[in-house]
């Protein structure tokens, strides 16, 4: 006895879609389904753009972090937000066909791109972070009190601040303009 059974296939049909269960034929209805599934993945693009840059932000700040906790609840909302749109891409994919398939991949793309062109840039870029990680062990430096693993790492620091410097005077990257605003000692 066999479980399954073959039906009729809407894979390339561009008239017939799935919604909740109801075979659909409606020219009108699946142009709309189309359309439909192009932008819920251009909205999971933008979400997704927008959790990642949070969760950089949020580890920025230590544990248990007015700030981090702020960035958390953000992206609680965010999860939310993507979820509900995954279930309703999901929903789209199950009862469709190659044309809803292409309209997934489509919409993928355009998020992409847009979500990626529109989105505002991360706050401080890491070489700035980096600059002042190098600066708070100035202070440090002048601490006479040092164990002998201090003044290793200490050490190791300095060779690394000439090493950054010197990258940067040769380099013609971006991290050179923000580093110029940026008063480093060699």
């Known amino acids: ?20 269960g ?3 034929v409606s020219t009108p209805l699946y142009w709309s389904m189309w359309v439909v599934a192009v932008l819920i993945q251009i909205a999971r693009n933008f979400v997704w753009t927008k959790t990642s ?28 937000i ?9 929903l789209l994919i199950l009862g469709a066909n190659m044309g809803i398939l292409f309209a997934v991949l489509l919409g993928n793309v355009a998020g992409v791109y ?3 062109n529109r989105q505002e840039k991360d ?5 700035v972070e ?4 190098l600066k708070g062990w100035d202070a440090i430096e002048n601490n006479k009190n040092l164990s002998g693993e201090q003044r290793k790492e200490l050490d190791e620091l300095r060779i690394l601040r000439k090493e950054l410097a ?13 580093m110029t605003k940026v008063n480093l000692r060699y």
């Not at 950089?56 to 609680?76: G, H, M, T």
Request: charged content about 15%; hydrophobic content about 40%; overall charge positive.
């Open 130 to 133: 980096m600059v002042d990680m």
């Open 166 to 178: 010197n990258f940067l005077r040769n380099s013609e990257s971006a991290a050179v303009k923000s």
């Open 22 to 24: 109801y075979v659909c």
């Open 82 to 90: 993507a979820f509900l749109l995954y279930v309703f891409s999901f």
């Open 114 to 116: 847009i979500s990626m």
């Open 53 to 80: 840059q949070v969760s950089r932000l949020a580890l920025r700040y230590p544990k248990d972090s007015y700030e981090r906790s702020k960035y958390v609840n953000q992206l609680l909302i965010h999860t939310v």
């Open 1 to 20: 006895m066999s479980v399954c059974s073959s039906s009729d296939s809407n894979f390339l049909n561009f008239d017939t879609t799935n919604i909740a």
């Open 123 to 127: 706050g401080n870029p890491i070489s």
